[in-house]
T-cell receptor, first 112, second 112 residues
Framework: KQEVTQIPAALSVPEGENLVLNCSFT??????LQWFRQDPGKGLTSLLL?????REQTSGRLNASLDKSSGRSTLYIAASQPGDSATYLC???????????FGKGTHLIIQP | SQTIHQWPATLVQPVGSPLSLECTVE??????LYWYRQAAGRGLQLLFY??????ISSEVPQNLSASRPQDRQFILSSKKLLLSDSGFYLC???????????FGPGTRLTVL
């Protein structure tokens, strides 16, 4: 059974810093990996999707990498802003059920 | 453009009462539909998914059920709620030709 772990569970940094969120998964047989953002009490917003054949994806200040063989992904946020404060979720799509397996998320606070 | 709706946004129900949560998608046809639950201290968990009208796959044994009476309507139900059913319920959809899932705004369910 696929398990997804995100480290750290919570992170608080001053505005302007670059930061890295980590995600690991136990079964490397994945089709893709997605990073989502969740604001309090809200649904999920997809940030980046990396196919299993890809190594990284970039969108603005966000860069996600994937090392499928080692079961790891990182989300890099450059020049963090208070508006980046949210919970960031990592999810993988495996070969089983047609759904995603999620980590518990990293709760990020960017201090003004 | 496509949109996904969930209602109600918030619900407080007594133990043993029935439940009906609704999800509808606009602007697409024959989507894959999903129900996820986010319980306190746990990651998002896939509950049900559907690839077509009347086709439901259950991922987690529980006292919940799902139905898809129309192409773009997905309903989550229970005959008798338990305390452990409390959580944040998210509906999601994706095009069969795409890998990206899009999430609704969610329903916060509190069972007392």
């Amino acid at each position: 059974k696929q398990e997804v772990t995100q480290i750290p569970a919570a992170l608080s940094v001053p505005e302007g810093e670059n930061l890295v969120l980590n995600c690991s998964f136990t079964d490397s047989a994945i089709y893709n990996l997605q990073w989502f953002r969740q604001d309090p009490g809200k649904g999920l917003t997809s940030l980046l999707l990396i196919q299993s054949s890809q190594r990284e994806q970039t969108s603005g200040r966000l860069n996600a990498s994937l090392d499928k063989s080692s079961g790891r992904s990182t989300l890099y946020i450059a020049a963090s802003q208070p508006g980046d404060s949210a919970t960031y979720l990592c999810a993988v799509k495996g070969g089983g059920a047609d759904g995603l397996t999620f980590g518990k998320g990293t709760h990020l606070i960017i201090q003004p | 453009s496509q949109t996904i709706h969930q209602w109600p946004a918030t619900l407080v129900q007594p133990v043993g009462s029935p439940l009906s949560l609704e999800c509808t998608v606009e602007g697409t046809s024959n989507p894959n539909l999903y129900w996820y639950r986010q319980a306190a201290g746990r990651g998002l968990q896939l509950l049900f998914y559907s690839v077509g009208i009347g086709q439901i796959s259950s991922e987690v044994p529980q006292n919940l059920s799902a139905s898809r009476p129309q192409d773009r309507q997905f309903i989550l139900s229970s005959k008798k709620l338990l305390l452990s059913d409390s959580g944040f319920y998210l509906c999601a959809w994706r095009q069969t030709t795409s890998v990206t899932q899009y999430f609704g705004p969610g329903t916060r369910l509190t069972v007392l």
